[in-house]
């Protein structure tokens, strides 16, 4: 069988937040309040307070691929309140929207951002209801898995 898994992974050390990071195709997105002092308002093209950062995956997957080699691994230092998002590609997979497209990572990417205001518990529901209305009447294109973790 020639076929391989998309996957993201990760270790969180608490004790000196550290966070360990590999992916197979897959990135992994934390969303971050920028602090007051950093937020330069007349620069920026939105009124955000929070920032995107996306690590970025080995581009093969897990089991089978051409070009095999080993995955490399990541780390990142963690604040409280940061929040991790680990996802497949069924939410940006997705067809939609007016024109029947594909909802696409930098759309994905900006809605995180705007979750991100919402407590932690909310973003499901808020994420689930914008998937719901950009697909329509759309068949569902392939799984959707988002796991959003906030750093205590």
């Not at 360990?20 to 969303?31: D, E």
């Not at 930098?106 to 808020?126: G, M, N, S």
Request: charged fraction near 25%.
């Amino acid at each position: 069988m020639k076929d391989g898994l998309d996957i993201v992974f990760i270790a969180v050390d608490n004790n000196c937040k550290r966070l360990y990071f590999s992916g197979a195709n897959n990135p992994l997105y934390i969303v971050k309040k920028m602090e007051s002092s950093k937020i330069n308002l007349l620069e920026s093209k939105s009124l955000s307070t929070y920032q995107l950062i996306e690590l970025s995956p080995d581009k093969m997957p897990v089991g089978f691929h051409a070009f095999m080699k080993p995955f490399s691994q990541q780390t990142y230092t963690l604040e409280k309140g940061d929040l991790l998002y680990l996802t497949s590609d069924g939410f940006c997979d997705q067809f939609g929207g007016n024109d029947g497209k594909k909802f696409m990572r930098k759309r994905f990417k900006e809605l995180l951002i705007e979750a991100a205001a919402l407590p932690i518990t909310a973003q499901c529901d808020f994420l689930k209801q914008k998937f719901l209305d950009w697909k329509g009447d759309s068949p569902q294109t392939d799984d959707i898995s988002v796991l959003g973790w906030e750093i205590g």
